[in-house]
């Protein structure tokens, strides 16, 4: 028996060594390094390369190595009777609404605009946006959104929320599916957090942006795909964007050429809003690995019909 | 009777507005416009002009229009005998801690190197801080100084406190007066909060500098006089300090010359880290202006010896 690791753009040495240190017996390889495709039973994968999964005869669970698993999903060469799973980590989370709570209050305190002012000299306070003059709306309120709500909430924001089936936080004005329109009624400044599925693909689209409370925000910090890149150009250039915080795109690395580089009014991170801790990652992991061993239900398994 | 309003920089028409809508029978004059120097029992004033308050034979009290009152202290002509007050408002400590959480988020975040990446295109994910791995110090125990200090707490920051005297606050460590060296050796970053007062002045020093834990931050909210200048640009330049986050300067407006504007490791915002709503002030201006007429003691009195 064996556990793969396997990325194309991330270095798995230290996940390798951090499940190591939990159990030395383990019998780990990073791809392309397999040793005995026949005995891979686990693999955790992050951008694999396209058709690998294939040709794994016993291979029964696929991990993401993060919270997502549209990379796994889209991979129609991957059998399926093959488990997903994915990882749900406390510091992911924390990571995430560190991040979301960081934009939000550049937003409303214009650092933006102030580092811009500072570049040329300038002293001119400006107006701030007031707390209570707006709402903040989190689509997605799985583990990841409801602690950014309620984050945002514990720090002194209107908070709305968005899920598929109706949820209770206390303190946030929770929407359903159905409830779209009334939840972006009440939102200035939209913050995505959800799976990407056929049915989330492309919904930051202009028909949403002028949904939006005005003045508004955006902040996407979910996946590339969940947003119709031009029609958030369009939508900053007619302002009914006031401003766009983004750490996921179509396309990563962002192509040097890419429009939205240069543009003052968005705000650009490589997709670090979290990032994955190899040592807390090997105990999820291994936590997994030994179930399926034992044959117990696996933590935190995929629907792959739902896409979550 | 009447109530005066006086500044320098600032437009008072605000809050004399919001002093006749609480009140229709006030009589406010806002400085040079006095009707009767006589008739002035209650002032109010932030950045007066100097000897002003030496004509107004029966001045009783004069409130700073914010939290600070070092220029009524540092202006000797005031009559011993007037009783100094200010305005300590639940907006201006929540306004405050959100200034001190968004610095300090955006230290760890590295935010402001992702935006110098993004003006030159280039996609690098860079290690962050992790919340664990460091402390916050928060110098001055006031009211602004403990929201700020649990503000952070809450946000799962360690945070260590510093005051004149000794402080109990849940979830925080706190150090008395003497006890400077052991609080600076446990806090990297450094967030003062501090009144301005002869024993203050100057205490963001090179040697405060040289006393922190490495790496090392500046938050300087308070005043400009607690920094020395020069001290700061010598740590910067020897890493001793890796990044400052300025909203105070000895000298306001910065002057455009001033060699701060132009440095990467340093964030300068134009005094705005929290500004005094009229409607609230008027509150709380009108409070102690009747307790006053009634004799009674007035809040927030200000100790003139102690200096705040």
Known sequence: ???????????????????????????????????????????????????????????KVISSLGAGVDHLLSDNTIPDDIQFTRIVAPSLSGQLADYVLTAVLNIIRKTDRYLDQ??????????????????????????????????????????????????QIDGVNCYRKDQLGSFLAQTNIIICLLPLTPETEGILDLELFKSLKKPSFLINVARGGHLVEEDLIYALDTDLISHATLDVFSEEPLPESHPFWGRDKITITPHIASVTDPKESAELILENYKRMLSGMDLLHQVDREAGY
């Open 1 to 59: 028996m064996s556990l793969l690791l396997v990325s194309k753009n991330r270095n798995l040495k230290p996940y390798k060594e951090a499940l190591l240190e939990l159990d030395p017996n383990l019998d780990v390889d990073i791809w392309p390094g397999i040793q005995n495709k026949e005995r891979v039973q686990f693999a955790v994968a992050w951008r694999h390369p396209a058709n690998l999964f294939d040709g794994f005869p016993n291979l």
């Open 118 to 167: 500072q570049r040329r000299a300038i002293w001119r306070p400006l107006d701030s946006i007031k707390k209570d003059a707006i709402a903040v709306g989190v689509m997605g309120l799985g583990a990841i959104g409801e602690k950014t709500a309620t984050r945002l909430r514990d720090n002194g924001f209107n908070v709305n929320g968005w899920s598929k089936s109706q949820k």
